[in-house]
């Protein structure tokens, strides 16, 4: 199986490269399966229904999203009714959204998962328990599952490599979002899990994490809030592409990254 992941779609940017490029990625890149974390899709802060059903139609197979997973209130029926996209499974059980997915795959059903992490984020249950239950739940749903990828949105890199390394043997791939800001420590545990601490964002990299430099700048000096826009040069896809063999081990990573505007 071939899974390209991408990291956080941002904003207009982020999400018109990947309406634009999804079904020539996944053919040249020869993918079985393409899943994107979009919770930055909308002006910088969560989804949209209609992006993402738009998201649906290219191609992209399933959504994962974070901390910005409500922003916009109308994603909230997306969430309690399709399949093809999921909340944190260690967010509270009281939370819309499912906590874990299986997409069917022409290389056999690949299992979704996101987490969160818990250093400088809201609390949340611990992200290897509820790891361990969605594992369960959906092993026990769909026997023939072998695949899983796992994305973990964190802040701090030692809260993915704790949850990457603690799921090692147990799922395909471990890839981090959030920090908008791809790592190059990409590699295969020894249990045979893909992982990478961030993926990297699909957005505007002439920017502060996807943001208009001069406006971020502004509220860091003042420490007077205003309206971050998003900025709009240097756009470049970023994740991470996992080949696995049939019994879900990974046996190949790499980073992707695609600039679309090199000239800035
Ligand atoms: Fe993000
Ligand atoms: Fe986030």
Known sequence: MRILFLGDLV?????SAVLKHAESLKESLK??????????ASDGSGLMPRQFKRLMEV????ITLGDHIYKCRDIIATLNKD???VKPANYPSESSG???TVVPTVA???????????????????PLA????????MRQANPDLNHV????HAEATSDKQTIGRYLDGKVTAVIGTHTHVPTADTCIFPGGTAFQCDAGMCGPYESIIGRDIERVTETFRSFEPVHFHVATRDVRLCGVIVDADPDGKAIAVERFEKRLDPAG
């Open 130 to 137: 509820a790891a361990d239950r969605a594992i369960d739940e």
């Open 149 to 152: 990828l796992v994305d973990v």
């Open 11 to 15: 904003g207009k940017p982020g999400y």
């Open 98 to 100: 499912r906590t874990w």
């Open 108 to 126: 056999g059903p690949l299992g979704i998962i996101s987490l969160m992490g818990r250093v400088f984020m809201r609390p949340v249950d611990c």
């Open 59 to 62: 191609g992209v197979d399933a």
């Open 31 to 40: 993918l079985d399966v393409l899943v994107a974390n979009a919770e930055n």
């Open 83 to 85: 399949k093809r996209i």
